[in-house]
């Protein structure tokens, strides 16, 4: 009787260590990229859906150029199957740990430096990338493809028809888009067509649909410059020089710059909030790449006497 007993038990121990073990084996056997900013983050999902875990760094709301990352989110990071990073120098505070998995044999893929990246032609950054490509949805189309290749590469579980059906299928939703905002944008007198941001993110968007970048409160292609006196005074006498009453000023940095800015011109500035370098949180007008996208092109729009749709 014990040893049937003791078999029994024997049994149902191991029973039960099978089951926990091939529990973690399935875990362990899932397919995970890891993508540092979360608009990028959207996109990959969308490519990916249910074929891969995706783990985005970049919380909502947040600054590409100074997000930090827990110790945890870097093991993630180095245990990945897939990197995807922007690059081009926008994830200042998170490239050391994307360096340091490529250096441990992690396949990363820097997205920016696919789509024929602009420099910046104004500013202390005169010269160098500009790394905010996707405010051109057209390049975004260009590089879900290249997502695609790599994740079908470096993840052999994943399946690759479904891959390709779900980029084939987010490529036409951009496409979408393209033709959505150029429509919004030609409502737009030519002459009306000039931004003024709190720093230089639009430039992609401006040389896709006809505008003109003015110039920039922080003369600079990240939010961690600072602008001096003189900078300011020059963007007040562009502001006077080409009637703008309208500053797009990004939702994720405090506006306080553009309304001093505003005061000192002397005359009525709207200030707008858009979405140019996070998403928004779950819900928000900007919960997704499209979302942000439709809702950036409202605001200019509308912003500069065209017809928001």
Request: charged share 20%.
């Given at each position: 009787m014990r040893v049937r007993l003791f078999s029994a038990l024997a049994a149902l121990a191991l029973s039960i260590t099978c089951l926990s073990g091939c529990s973690r084996l399935a875990t362990d056997a899932s397919s995970h990229i890891v993508v540092t900013t979360n608009i990028l983050g959207d996109?990959?999902?969308?490519?990916?859906?249910?074929?891969?875990?995706?783990?985005?760094?970049?919380?909502?709301?947040?600054d590409p150029h100074s997000f930090a990352i827990s110790a945890q989110e870097a093991h993630a990071l180095q245990t990945s199957d897939l990197v995807v990073f922007n690059g081009l120098g926008l994830e200042e505070g998170a490239l050391?740990?994307?360096?340091?998995?490529?250096?441990?044999?992690?396949?990363?893929?820097?997205?920016?430096?696919a789509v024929d990246p602009i420099e910046y032609n104004s500013g202390n950054t005169a010269g160098q990338m500009d790394p905010?490509?996707?405010?051109?949805?057209?390049?975004v189309a260009r590089v879900v493809e290249l997502?695609?290749?790599?994740?079908?590469?470096?993840?052999?579980?994943?399946?690759?028809?479904?891959?390709?059906?779900?980029?084939?299928?987010?490529?036409?939703?951009?496409?979408?888009?393209?033709?959505r905002m150029e429509q919004q944008f030609r409502a737009i007198p030519e002459t009306d067509r000039k931004l003024?941001?709190?720093?230089?993110?639009?430039?992609?968007?401006?040389?896709?649909?006809?505008?003109?970048?003015?110039?920039?409160?922080?003369?600079?292609?990240?939010?961690?410059?600072?602008?001096?006196?003189?900078?300011?005074?020059?963007?007040?006498?562009?502001?006077?020089?080409?009637g703008i009453d309208t500053i797009f000023v990004d939702s994720?940095?405090?506006?306080?710059?553009?309304?001093?800015l505003a005061?000192?011109?002397?005359?009525?500035?709207?200030?707008?909030?858009?979405?140019?370098?996070?998403?928004?949180?779950p819900g928000s007008d900007a919960d997704s790449y499209l979302n942000m996208m439709r809702?950036?092109?409202?605001?200019?729009?509308?912003?500069?006497?065209?017809?928001?749709?």
């Open positions: 996109i990959v999902g969308e490519i990916v859906g249910a074929e891969a875990d995706v783990t985005v760094l970049m919380k909502p709301n947040a050391h740990h994307v360096e340091a998995a490529s250096r441990d044999g992690i396949p990363t893929l820097e997205v920016g430096a905010h490509f996707w405010t051109d949805p057209t390049r997502i695609a290749d790599q994740v079908i590469e470096h993840l052999p579980r994943v399946d690759a028809e479904a891959i390709r059906k779900q980029a084939a299928s987010y490529t036409d939703e951009l496409t979408a888009l393209d033709a003024i941001t709190n720093h230089h993110v639009f430039a992609y968007l401006a040389q896709r649909y006809g505008f003109t970048v003015i110039g920039a409160i922080m003369p600079s292609g990240t939010t961690l410059a600072s602008p001096s006196a003189s900078d300011l005074a020059s963007l007040v006498g562009a502001l006077n020089d080409n994720s940095q405090p506006d306080r710059l553009a309304r001093v005061d000192a011109v002397g005359i009525d500035v709207e200030i707008r909030s858009l979405f140019s370098e996070s998403l928004g949180g809702f950036n092109a409202s605001q200019i729009s509308d912003g500069l006497g065209g017809t928001p749709r």
